[in-house]
């Protein structure tokens, strides 16, 4: 079993930025695929971004590619989101995710956390 607990959300302006986290525990977190995903009001979870279990593969949704990093420290047993040039419609409920699959291009996860809210303002 993986638990996982996001934090580092907030209330920011647009073209702000933002870190979040997510701190595991349980199981043998190095050996876990990572992804974020997020969900608007109204709207469906969508895949935000992923890294492998090395750290040395990274996969990103299109609307995100160049504003937001996706790294893990495993000796914290932590991944993070760096958040830069946010937008208005960044504003979801970001939540973290585990996998023991290695592949970074597909989005069944086995766990998942409970979500911090990020709302950018105009």
């Known amino acids: 079993q993986v638990q996982l607990v996001e934090s580092g959300g907030g209330l920011v302006q647009a073209g702000g930025s933002l870190r979040l986290s997510c701190a595991a525990s349980?199981?043998?977190?190095?050996?876990?695929?990572m992804g974020w995903f997020r969900q608007a009001p109204g709207k469906e979870r969508e895949f935000v971004a992923a890294i492998s279990w090395w750290g040395g593969s990274t996969y990103y949704a299109d609307a995100v590619k160049g504003r937001f990093t996706i790294s893990r420290d495993n000796a914290k047993s932590t991944v993070y989101l760096q958040m830069n040039s946010l937008k208005p419609e960044d504003t979801a409920n970001y939540y973290c995710?585990?996998?023991?699959?290695?592949?970074?291009?597909?989005?069944?996860?086995?766990?998942w956390g409970q979500g911090t809210q990020v709302t950018v303002s105009s």
């Open positions: 995710a585990a996998k023991s699959a290695m592949a970074v291009t597909t989005f069944r996860y086995d766990y």
């Open positions: 349980g199981r043998t977190f190095s050996r876990w695929t």
